[in-house]
C-alpha cells in the first residue's frame, strides 16, 4: 500500500499557496509534490494533502483559506458547467507564473488597508484567472460514479463529526458491513482511513463553532474531544 507523508488532512475551503521560497514537498491528487520559489499551490475543497518542510531547509509561503460557501457560490460554480454541488477537480494544482504570482503577492499586501469590497472583487477575478490556468472543472462522470456509495454509510459519513457518532466499528455495524469493509469504501472516497477523516470533520466543525463565538471548552466538548488541550493540539 501506499504510504503517506506526515500531516495528511483535508478541509473545506478552497486554499492557495504563496510560495516565497521553494523548501516545501507537497502531497496533492495522490502524489509527491516540490513547490518552488515564487509557485501557486492550490487545493480543491475536500483534497486530501500534506505540506512539510524539506529536512534542514527554510521555508516560507503564505497560505489564503477561501470560505467554502462564498468560493461557491462566487467561484466554483463557473467551473462546474453548471452542474450544481459538483466535485470540483485541478488538472494542474501547482503553476509556475511569473505575473500570478506577482499579482497574488501584491493582494496579499494589500489586504490589511483595502476597502472589503474592492478587495473582494480583486480576489474574485483573480481566483478565475487562476483557477483557469489550473485547468479547473467537474470531476468526470466516470471518477465520479466510482465514488459512490451506499446510503447507509453516506449518513454515517455525515455524521462522523458528531461526539456521540460511536466508535469505527459501531458505525460500520450501523452500516450492516465488516469493519474493514466499511474502512475500505471510506478510505476509497475520502482518500483517508477513518479516524483520519472522521479527526478531519471534527476540527472543520470546531472552527464552524468558534466562528459562531463558542468558546474553546465549549467546541472541544461538541466535537468529541476529551478536553480544551486535547481539543487545541488537535
Known amino acids: 500500500p501506499r504510504v503517506m507523508p506526515d500531516g495528511v488532512h483535508c478541509h473545506s475551503d478552497f486554499s492557495l499557496g504563496i510560495m516565497r521560497e521553494q523548501n516545501t514537498r507537497f502531497f496533492l491528487e495522490g502524489r509527491p509534490l516540490l513547490a518552488e520559489a515564487e509557485a501557486i499551490v492550490l487545493i480543491a475543497p475536500g483534497q486530501v494533502h500534506s505540506c512539510n518542510p ?23 460554480g463557473q467551473f462546474r458547467n453548471g452542474t450544481a454541488g459538483a466535485p470540483f477537480a485541478l488538472k494542474h494544482p501547482v503553476l509556475s507564473c511569473p505575473a500570478l504570482y506577482a499579482e497574488a503577492a501584491a493582494l496579499v499586501a494589500a489586504a490589511g488597508d483595502e476597502p472589503a469590497g474592492n478587495l473582494e472583487e480583486r480576489f474574485s477575478a483573480f481566483l478565475y484567472s487562476v483557477l483557469r ?97 486535547h481539543f487545541h493540539r488537535m
Open 133 to 229: 490556468h489550473a485547468g479547473a472543472g467537474p470531476i468526470s462522470e466516470a471518477a465520479d460514479s466510482a465514488r459512490e456509495l451506499p446510503s447507509a454509510l453516506r449518513l454515517n459519513l455525515q455524521s462522523m463529526d458528531d461526539a456521540d457518532s460511536g466508535s469505527i466499528s459501531g458505525l460500520a455495524e450501523k452500516a450492516r458491513m465488516r469493519r474493514e469493509s466499511f474502512s475500505r469504501l471510506v478510505r476509497r472516497r475520502t482518500g483517508l482511513p477513518p479516524m483520519a477523516y472522521r479527526h478531519c470533520l471534527r476540527i472543520e466543525k470546531g472552527r464552524r463553532l468558534l466562528r459562531q463565538g463558542k468558546s474553546i471548552a465549549e467546541a472541544a466538548f461538541e466535537t468529541g474531544y476529551t478536553d480544551q488541550s
Open 54 to 76: 524539506v529536512i534542514g531547509l527554510s521555508r516560507g509561503y503564505h497560505m489564503l483559506f477561501f470560505n467554502d460557501a462564498w468560493f461557491t457560490r462566487h467561484i466554483a
